[in-house]
């Protein structure tokens, strides 16, 4: 099957390879090829409640002529690009299936082929929805990806990765028939406007893609496999509201976190034991009606009543709290608490020898901007082992990561940046707590940023017509919610945008909707910020390199190395000094000592 996609064809193939997975197909887009398929378990496992998918996103190293740098010349452990291309194809999959459907699926995508001029992602995003498509899985798709640019005062679809260079807007959409399902976006101070328009114009690029898709599943899909069907109780139902609603909605309304579960928790054990008796061996699905009557009850009470779990009105931000310049001994550092949730940011300079090397399928990259999100259990008050990062904070670090590269200097500051946000507490948006404490702590550091950056996330409760759009969203609120909404950006424009829904999509008028009011949150956050400081600190921690820059002419580059890199190692052993020197001339001497620093300036011009 083929149709013309943004001006270069889509190719889809079906039955050719990977043939005993349950749906399977390869898309070649360019001369990128990405082979995705789908398999599921034949029955669900019991007492499992929820949606067991995997998806995960591979990028072999030979798809680009490339063998793996490294000591293990194999594909080891996920990227953070894989880590990444796995989260945005599961996000939109994810809220297109029957809340019954509780079989464990897998999702693959495994690219095989790819020109350095095109992401691979969204060729494996819309394989997935084909492979689930064809397949007998109960998904209520199609839909399909797009990526757009905005260069030179045009928008553009799918554009190379040269071209987005130059692009003011980096926005990735999923969406489906009429509705938006996903948007992950990078933008150089975009308006509101602009960013609604991409969406518009993304959705109409999309339509060819749709339209083949629905051809095909009509032509060679197998027939969905039917979903259990509920098993409601209608008699147990109305004794559990009857013993606990009263009780439970007095219980929502506790404004403090902690206190409200152990309430709610509290409640649930009582209704159990109350019930047990007379329907003995039932205690399981006595416990998830009174999950579905907090669900209800919580979202009744924001709809009918405009009051949220916390007592705030639909646009009442919690309060805020900015302290900067905690900590001593590093470098940059900042405490940003809003309501129950606290992320503590630490910015850390470094030199050149710092920067992040990576082995990308397009060749090595060189990061020198890095941000770590840390999310330990103890911030939601639990006991976990700790493990390495998961999806979930590598993710959340990107999206913050994203959101503050917009401001930071791109030129005469020749540090390396790692910031590391750990979170101290949570109760909702956490990483956009991590933007806002990003932002202060690189002002604390002394990093001449442009300004600072705030983040909100957006909510939203959809009962039939009565729609409830809530800004500065609580974990209940993202949990029992239909939409999470993530922006982030300064009083200039947006510079980070995240959405994910858990509903069949979202209209075009209501994200803008959702985009204004986060533009009047995001205002009303960044003056609390600029109550603790309005700009970056004259100068660097004393514990913070120095770094100076010098040139010298091209032809003289060989006599500061000297043979064998004699003379630039004999500086750096005299004085202590990092010194790095590039083929344009410039010679970056980094110390933390004024005076070993001035000692090999003299060296390197002598």
Excluded at 85 to 99: K, N, T, W
Excluded at 400 to 412: G, I, Q
Excluded at 516 to 543: V, W
């Amino acid at each position: 099957y083929q149709t013309d996609y943004a001006g270069r064809p889509i190719k889809i193939e079906i039955g050719k390879m990977a043939r005993q997975a349950h749906g399977s197909c390869t898309v070649r887009y360019g001369d990128t090829v990405v082979l995705v398929t789908v398999c599921r378990n034949e029955t669900a496992a019991a007492g499992i409640d929820f949606l067991p998918m995997t998806v995960n996103y591979m990028e072999m190293t030979y798809a680009a002529g490339k063998i793996p740098g490294g000591f293990f010349k194999r594909e080891g452990r996920p990227s953070e690009k894989e880590v990444l291309g796995s989260r945005l194809i599961d996000r939109p999959l994810r809220p297109l299936f029957p809340d019954s459907y509780h079989n464990e699926t897998q999702v693959i995508a495994t690219v095989l082929s790819v020109e350095q001029e095109n992401e691979p992602e969204l060729a494996a995003m819309i394989g997935a929805s084909i492979a689930l498509g064809i397949s007998d899985v109960p998904f209520q798709g199609p839909i399909a990806g797009a990526r757009v640019g905005y260069i030179n005062g045009e928008f553009v679809c799918n554009p190379s990765i040269s071209q987005m260079k130059d692009s003011d807007i980096d926005l990735l959409v999923a969406a489906k028939e009429g509705s938006i399902i996903m948007v992950e976006a990078g933008a150089k101070f975009a308006s509101e406007e602009a960013l609604i328009a991409a969406l518009a114009y993304a959705q109409e690029q999309m339509k060819p893609v749709l339209e083949l898709q629905n051809r095909i599943i009509a032509e060679i899909g197998k027939p969905k496999m039917a979903p259990p069907a509920s098993n409601a109780d209608a008699e147990l139902e109305s004794k559990v509201a009857a013993f606990a609603t009263d009780k439970l909605k007095a219980a929502l309304r506790i404004p403090v976190k902690t206190e409200r579960y152990s309430t709610i928790g509290a409640l649930k054990k009582e209704t159990v034991a109350a019930l047990s008796e007379a329907y003995a061996g039932r205690e399981k699905e006595i416990d998830g009606i009174y999950g579905d009557l907090k669900y209800n009850l919580m979202r009744e009470m924001v709809v009918r009543d405009k009051v949220r779990v916390d007592g705030r009105g639909p646009r009442e931000i919690r309060n805020i709290t900015c302290e900067v310049g905690l900590l001593p001994r590093t470098h940059g550092s900042a405490l940003f608490t809003r309501g129950e949730t606290q992320a503590m940011v630490v910015t850390t300079l470094g030199t050149s020898e710092d920067e992040q090397k990576i082995d990308a399928l397009s060749g090595w990259e060189y990061k020198t901007f890095m941000l770590h999100y840390n999310f330990p259990p103890f911030s939601v008050g639990e006991v976990k082992i700790l493990r390495g990062p998961g999806r979930r904070e590598v993710g959340h670090g990107a999206l913050a990561e994203r959101a503050v590269s917009r401001v930071l200097p791109k030129e005469d500051f020749p540090y390396t940046i790692r910031v590391v946000s750990d979170i101290l507490e949570s109760n909702g948006s956490s990483s956009m707590a991590t933007v806002c404490g990003a932002s202060l702590s690189l002002m604390d550091a002394g990093v001449p940023t442009k300004g600072h950056v705030a983040g909100i996330a957006m909510g939203l409760i959809k009962e039939g017509d009565d729609v409830v759009i809530l800004s500065d969203i609580l974990g209940d609120e993202d949990h029992l919610g239909d939409m999470d909404f993530k922006v982030a950006g300064t009083a200039e424009g947006v510079t980070a945008l995240q959405m994910d829904i858990k509903i069949g999509g979202v209209t075009a008028e209501l994200l803008k909707d959702a985009l204004y009011q986060a533009k009047e949150g995001r205002l009303h956050i960044l003056g609390k910020m600029n109550e603790a400081m309005t700009t970056h600190r004259g100068e660097l921690s004393s514990y913070a390199p120095r770094i100076t820059t010098i040139y010298v002419r091209v032809e003289k580059i060989k006599d500061v190395i000297g043979p064998g890199g004699k003379n630039i190692k004999g500086i750096i052993l005299a004085t202590g000094c990092k010194i790095d020197i590039d083929d344009t001339g410039k010679v970056n001497i980094a110390s933390s000592d004024g005076e070993a620093a001035q000692r090999a300036i003299d060296m390197v011009r002598g």
